[in-house]
C-alpha cells in the first residue's frame, strides 16, 4: 500500500481544509465506520506546522459537525429502530459484543453513557443511532452529545497539536491502525458480495 490511510487524509485536509474536518466527522458520527480521530490529529498537526489550518476553527467546526451529525444518528436509530443496529453489524462488522456492551452502558448509566462513548471507537459510531433506537429523551441526549463532542473534540485536537514536534511516532501509531481498518474493511466487502451473490 504505497499510500497510507494517514497519507490520504493529509492531503484531503490540505487541499480541502475544514471541509475535509467537516465531512469525516458527519460521517463517522452518523454511524459509519471512519477514521474521524485520525483526522482531527492530522489536522491538529497541521495547524501546528503553519498551515492555513487553525487550531481554534478546528475545534469549532469539528465540534459543530459532530454534534449535529451525532443528532442525525439519533433520529436514525429513533425512526429505524433495532434493524438499522442489526445492519450496521451486518454491512460495517460492528460486532455484536460492542453492541451489547453499549446497550449494557446505557442500562446502567443512562444518558451520561453518550458523554463517555465518545472516546471509544466502535461505542463512538453506535452511541447516536442507539440512544434514537433505545428512546432515550431529546433533550437529555442533545445535552450529553454537545458535552461529549466539545471535550473529545478539544482533547484529539490538543493531543495533535501537542504532538507536532513528535509526528514520526503519531504516525507510526495510526499504520498500524491503518492497517486494521484495511482489513476489517476488506473482509466487509467481501462479506457484503458474497451475501448479494448468495440472495440472488
Do not use: C
Not at 478539544?154 to 484495511?182: P, Q
Amino acid at each position: 500500500m504505497t499510500h497510507s490511510i494517514a497519507e490520504i487524509l493529509r492531503h484531503a485536509l490540505i487541499h480541502y481544509g475544514y471541509w475535509a474536518v467537516a465531512a469525516m466527522l458527519f460521517i463517522e458520527n452518523v454511524g459509519v465506520p471512519v477514521p474521524g480521530e485520525t483526522t482531527l490529529l492530522i489536522a491538529s498537526f497541521l495547524a501546528y506546522s503553519g498551515s492555513e489550518l487553525q487550531l481554534p476553527w478546528i475545534i469549532l467546526v469539528a465540534t459543530a459537525v459532530t454534534t449535529i451529525g451525532g443528532s442525525l444518528g439519533f433520529a436514525l436509530g429513533y425512526y429505524e429502530g433495532r434493524p438499522l443496529l442489526e445492519r450496521s453489524e451486518r454491512v460495517f462488522r460492528i460486532s455484536r459484543g460492542t453492541i451489547l456492551r453499549g446497550e449494557n452502558l446505557f442500562a446502567r448509566f443512562g444518558p451520561v453513557t453518550i458523554f463517555f462513548a465518545r472516546f471509544v471507537f466502535g461505542l463512538r459510531i453506535i452511541a447516536g443511532p442507539m440512544a434514537g433506537v433505545l428512546r432515550m429523551p431529546w433533550r437529555k441526549f442533545l445535552l450529553w452529545n454537545f458535552l461529549g463532542a466539545t471535550v473529545w473534540v478539544t482533547t484529539i485536537s490538543g493531543v495533535g497539536y501537542l504532538f507536532g514536534r513528535h509526528w514520526h511516532l503519531l504516525e507510526r501509531a495510526i499504520r498500524r491502525f491503518d492497517i486494521a481498518v484495511v482489513i476489517v474493511g476488506g473482509i466487509a466487502l467481501l462479506f457484503w458480495w458474497w451475501r448479494s451473490r448468495r440472495l440472488r
